[in-house]
């Protein structure tokens, strides 16, 4: 099950199970900030974003000491993973 959500520009962004259950599981501080920060994302191309050398499709989304593992293929961000910056690439 994703969670989808639609921008004004047409981009949408849909989140995964694992990175919605991490949402809900955070302080809501951060929460607010990383959603704020991807939807920026989703509207901009701007951001803290680096593509994963060894992994074809995701890219990294830098949010203070948390990192959003994702996919753009230009017409939806897929969100894959939310995890502190220490945890995000165990198990990619």
Known sequence: MFAI???????????SKQAMKTLAR?????SRRIRAAISKYADTGVGDVVRLEGVTDLSRLRV???RVLFGDDGLVVAV?????RGDIYKRI
């Open 5 to 15: 959500r639609y921008h004004s520009n047409m981009k949408m962004i849909r989140y």
């Open 26 to 30: 955070m302080p809501i501080d951060d």
């Open 64 to 66: 203070g000491g948390w």
């Open 80 to 84: 894959e993973k939310i995890a502190p």
